[in-house]
């Protein structure tokens, strides 16, 4: 096999993994459309994306033509003081985009890296308007913003994975998402009291990824919005997730016709093939950095910020979304999605089933033996990975229905044979 497999896994960290008893990953060499090939030869069908963001399969022609026309001219060059086309471009494409005047982009590198620079933006924006005392956030139970401690301080503090670390993390406000007349009033009740401290409230729109694939309605998102604006605090928008198309919409505020304050992207913005991320800011946030003062601007710059490769990666993912029918695509999965999974429901130790767009999300109750499941996946001919009590399938907006049928009765397939066991 590999030759390089054994004595790497003596020298890597792993992710999310206990190293003295997870399965051994699998040895991945390429990946072409909707398929990974493995080492041995295998090919997995695809039902994730690379955690949500290879929305145009792998090795699309399009995109690789872009980075390599790129690296030929300019693969890379500091953002401070100077300014390339691929990153003017970019931002000059989100702004027209994306609703209202959400038009200030801000480069970065990683989704929880674009969630702090909004937070950044949100208190700052604040002092710089002399109400220095808003510093909180307000966060969702069930919420996920990333890893950093900025952002694990914001997710959810049972679902999520960062409890050890709750005494060195800055306190932050968790509120339950307002989905019915009663949480509305006790939500607005929440903000009324708290305004002079909180400087946003951040919410994943519609969608609630890596905390549990919950999902809520446009009205419960409007609400928030709507609390925002009468309490006289900001909205981000973390469509890290949700962004580019994956809960149905191209956004998913759009469906709710919400314009946030601060909307954050990354995951799809490359289409899965470099990493970068963005934070936009409505016109107001960022004139409320403009003075005399030179302490009143944004402090950050991440090295490989606005990164010429992932720019150009970007923009030709873009091209995708204009020229081939993605959104169609996305509508087709969501309705075989919810045909394929709906006999889940009768599965014994299935509590839910959610789908939204190409998100399908089978939540389990019970004890669930998350290191069997993920082993028995590739068996089937798979690349499908539960986390917590949650089974999903999030595949390339590519997929055709039959390598779709594949994913949703591998799904079925290992529920039952769990069932058995139960
Ligand atoms: C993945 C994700 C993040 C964190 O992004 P990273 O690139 O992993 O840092 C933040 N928010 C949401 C909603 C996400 O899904």
Redesign the pocket.
């Known amino acids: 096999m590999s030759d390089w497999l054994t004595p790497g896994l003596a020298h890597l960290w792993l992710p999310y993994t206990q190293m003295k008893t997870a399965p051994t990953p699998l040895p991945v060499v390429s990946a072409k459309g909707v398929r990974l090939r493995l080492a041995d030869g295998r090919e997995l069908i695809d039902g994730i994306s690379s955690?949500?963001t290879a929305c145009h399969g792998y090795a699309h022609p399009h995109i690789r033509a872009a980075v390599e026309a790129q690296l030929a001219t300019l693969p890379h060059v500091m953002f401070a003081g100077l300014v390339h086309e691929p990153a003017a471009r970019l931002a000059t494409r989100l702004a027209s985009l994306l609703p209202g005047d959400l038009e200030r982009v801000f480069f970065t590198e990683?989704?929880?890296?674009?969630?702090e620079v909004a937070l950044k933006m949100a208190i700052q924006f604040w002092r710089n308007k002399g109400q220095a005392a808003k510093q909180r956030i307000v966060c969702f139970r069930h919420g996920?913003?990333?890893?950093?401690f900025a952002?694990m301080a914001l997710c959810d503090p049972e679902e999520g994975m960062h409890t050890l670390f709750a005494g060195s993390m800055p306190e932050q406000i968790m509120a339950e998402l307002p989905a019915d007349e009663s949480m509305r009033r006790a939500f607005d009740l929440l903000l009324e009291t708290q305004a002079a401290r909180v400087a946003a409230v951040i919410v994943?729109p519609l969608v609630q990824?890596?905390g549990g694939m919950k999902m809520h309605d446009a009205a419960t998102l409007a609400f928030v919005a709507e609390a925002c604006r009468r309490h006289g605090v900001l909205l981000i928008a973390?469509e890290?997730?949700?962004g580019f198309g994956r809960s149905g919409k191209l956004f998913a505020c759009g469906e709710a016709n919400v314009i946030p304050d601060i909307l954050?992207l990354?995951?799809a913005l490359t289409g899965g093939t470099l990493?970068l991320?963005a934070t936009v800011a409505r016109r107001q946030v960022f004139e409320a950095f403009l003075s005399d003062d030179p302490g009143a601007a944004l402090m950050h710059g991440p090295t490989y910020m606005a990164n010429p490769l992932a720019c150009a990666a970007a923009h030709a993912s873009l091209d995708l979304f204009e020229r081939e029918p993605r959104l169609e695509q996305v509508a087709a999965i969501e309705a075989q999605l919810r045909a394929k999974l709906e006999p889940c429901r009768a599965i014994a130790g299935v509590a839910d089933l959610r789908v939204k767009g190409a998100i399908g999300a089978v939540e389990l109750d019970g004890t669930v033996d998350l290191d069997a499941m993920r082993r028995r996946f590739p068996e089937l001919g798979v690349w499908v990975r539960p986390f917590g009590r949650i089974v999903y399938l999030m595949p390339p907006f590519v997929i055709d229905s039959a390598d779709l049928s594949v994913l949703t009765g591998a799904v079925r397939r290992v529920l039952a044979e769990r069932a058995a066991t139960l």
């Open positions: 955690w949500w990683s989704g929880s890296v674009a969630v996920y913003h990333g890893d950093t952002t994943e990824g890596a973390d890290i997730m949700t954050c990354s995951k990493p991320a």
